[in-house]
């Protein structure tokens, strides 16, 4: 059975279709990639997966559970996290305090619950953050940043993941080291979906690629049975290297 | 449309110029007054380091960590609160036309510790969530009329011990109708229903005869005529306690967890915390909170009516007293009540008869500070004085 | 019974189209510039002593111009008043939600305390011109009629100037999308300024008339504000239209409490209307969804 399961997936707003009708499955320990080009709908996808957005219609289903309806903070309970586009941290916490919002407990009834130094030390650790946990968001390069998003979302000790352009704004080393650091994800066992622009980066991380289109899906299967699918490469003419 | 262009013209390089001037000001005369200051409190720094360090270690997780002036900052605030009995009957003050004169402000401290307890109670909602409410008098106004209907209605001899607690409670039922359907909506669109809800209560309480209507209902002073320096006491101990409480309730991860929710909801989702849960039992604390200082007011008072108690202009001068001291510190809300009703009933006393004009006056300086120093007086102040002397022990 | 239901209907559609001029203005300002203006009310406030200081004899004795200049008054002085609010205060917050929200109310009961110092806190009487007539088995005051035709006029120069003027359609440009408007060489701070003027020029109008019917009082911004706020949420914010259409959903609401039940009970069920606007419908008549900003 598949951990993520997606199911006829549409949401309009108002007139605008802006996913159609979609379906694509999540294999446990497997990198799923999902490209397309700008406003194809991804950033939407994952939205009503984490319950952003309403569906307009479709199911979600994680781990056997029904998963469409369900308030965004009991699908992170349930083992699902993602890490947007936009980082959005909180400036006037430290790294640490970052992090630490992301361990604490749902619950009234803990005042001091939650991750301790060490704890978030070493989720920070995870992506090359230990060295600066003091320091608050808005004194770090872009890079770290990005990082940081991932550092939180690692926090809620996810079995899948979500990570929509996770290599925005890097260049080609900052790239390199951040795939390293998803492949170590992996071999510890974490399931993740990896939404970007980026074909190199991308093609060479992830197992299997759906391809969506205008909301739609366009195709399926391993990067190499992407990368000589001619209606992929119809769809990118405006020349993104496959 | 060019006379507007003018005007716009001769406005920026009037702002400009302003701001040029306000900079000459703080290069010139501010900075030199400020090391002067560092170099005279850096010794009272070194000197409660010691102790310092003791309170980080055993009350630092609970009531948040502190350099050693800052340490000293707190402990004379408390003693100069604990013995405002003593000092309070008689402080040398000058006015205008009269000269120096003695005044007993036993009874403005007093009543300072019941806004002091309006002011936290505020903030550990409206400042830390950032859901701003602006009908926080409903709560404090709800547990205030509960009491004097239940002493004109049922016995006018019942005790405090009964009449608190049901008052209290009144308060937080109050404080429940209105967040549980109400949190679950933006920011402005929560105040604007809290702004409905005082303006509802306030119509309801000229209504409704058993209200009183406009002239209120009379109470008998709920706690036995007291003299100035018992009252002063009997108001300062409750405040004293909430004020470490909500302190406590702030550092640990209720206030994390509310600051989280005012800089970045989505946030607090994507961490798996549910964030309605959490605005509307912070809108709980402060209705308990909010209760028990209406009841303290009714202490203090003889009459329950719709323009001390629920009236508009009294949410809004709970904002403006925690906005003094530093939005989200429940110590600062604390000192910015003391701040603004001393200067209100004391202070600007001496100089302006008229209440509306000193009203006028506090109120335009609270708007200078939330727009030159937004974070609030305290709060700047308890920086600078952790910025004398360095390192933290 | 006949003669209370017209008398309702006929006092509702009047006092609705003052409540329409001041929602609109309050929305505008929500609308375009994004600010929430709490002294909006305050705003109405001032024009109506306005007019009472230029006109009344009982005001300022040696001040008794005629209606005309002082309804002339009321208009320009609180559009400056409206510009200046932006310049002098909102302009350095509005970065901020909470401060803008924060400073404008705070600015709102300043002016209460400032008004209730100088005039005292009782009501007193303004009116622009005496006498009445009868409509359809109704009273109906002169001016409530003329209040009705001057806040028409007033939609209709609004209406026509936003969206057949280059100068208007540069404002609803920048309500939708500020950077686009940007880039097609919209002038923002000029849109701004004349958003707040506009705003304050039907600001002062509105309060005038309110000011006949209930005089003047220095709480007198708090109901208008209520009815404004309320008016942009069942309407839809930044909708001219749901403006309109919220003004006159609260004024025959306000006036059929008042036949049947009482003045005493005028505000509420506007209030209760508003609750559940917020709870069932919170998008209003005309807006856009919000419910996932």
Redesign the interface.
Known sequence: MSLLEVENLTKKFGGLTAVDNLSFGVEEGEILGVIGPNGAGKSTVFNCVMSRYDVTSGTITFNGDDITDTSTHKIVNKGLSRVSQESDPIDIFPVAGNIRLFTLPNSLLSLYGGADMEEIASYAARVDLQDKLEETPDELPHADVRRLEIAKALATEPELMLLDEPFAGMNQQEIRKLSEQIESLREEGMTMIVVDHNMSGLMQLVDRVVVIHNGAKLAEGTPDEIAENEDVQDAYLSGEEI | MSS?TL??TV?AAA?SRASEVFGTIRRTILTPIGRVFDFLLAPVDRAFRPLAKVFNRTLG?FLGTVTGLQLAFVLTTFLLLLTGGIWGASIIAFEPGEGLIALDIRRPLAYACIWAVFAMGWDIQSGYT?Y?S?GHSVLSGGAAYTTAVLLNEVSSTLPLYVTAPISVFAAVVIGLLIAL??LR?????F???T???V??FF??T??FDILGGSAGLRITRVIPAADSFTRYYLLLIPMLLIAVALTV?SR???G??F??IR??E??????????T??KI?SFLISSIVMGIGGVMLTAAVSNVDPTQFVQ??RS?EM??MA?VGGIATVLGAMGGAFVFFLLKEVVLNLFID?A??R??VL??L??LI??FA?DGLFRKLWHRLGQIGGEEP | MIGAIATAIIQATLVSAVYALIAIGFTMIFGVAGVLNLAHGALLMAGAYVYGIVVMRNIVPSMTYHPAVGVIAGIVVVAILSLLLYELLVRWVEDNVVITFLSTVILAVASTEFLVWIFGGQNIRISLIEGQFALANARVAYYEAIGFAVSWIAIALLWFYVTQTDDGRSILATSMSERGAQLTGVNIRMVRAKTWIIAGALAGLGGMFLGFDSGLSPLMWLNPLAVAFIAVVVGGIGSIKGSVAGAYLIGFIEQITVELIGNGFRGMPTLILLVGFLLFMPQGLFGREFAHE
Not at chain 2, 185 to 189: A, E, N, S, T
Not at chain 2, 266 to 275: E, R, T
């Open positions: 507007l005007i716009f406005l702002s997780k950032g701003i602006f359907p109400s909506l933006q920011g402005p669109y105040s604007l229903i702004f409905a809800a303006l509802l119509q309801a000229r209504a309730l640990s991860n209720y994390l967890i600051t989280a800089e970045n989505d946030a607090v989702s994507a961490a798996g915390i549910n964030p849960k959490f039992w508009v202009d809004i904002i403006a906005v008229e509306a004009l009203l006028f109120f335009l609270v708007v939330l727009v937004r």
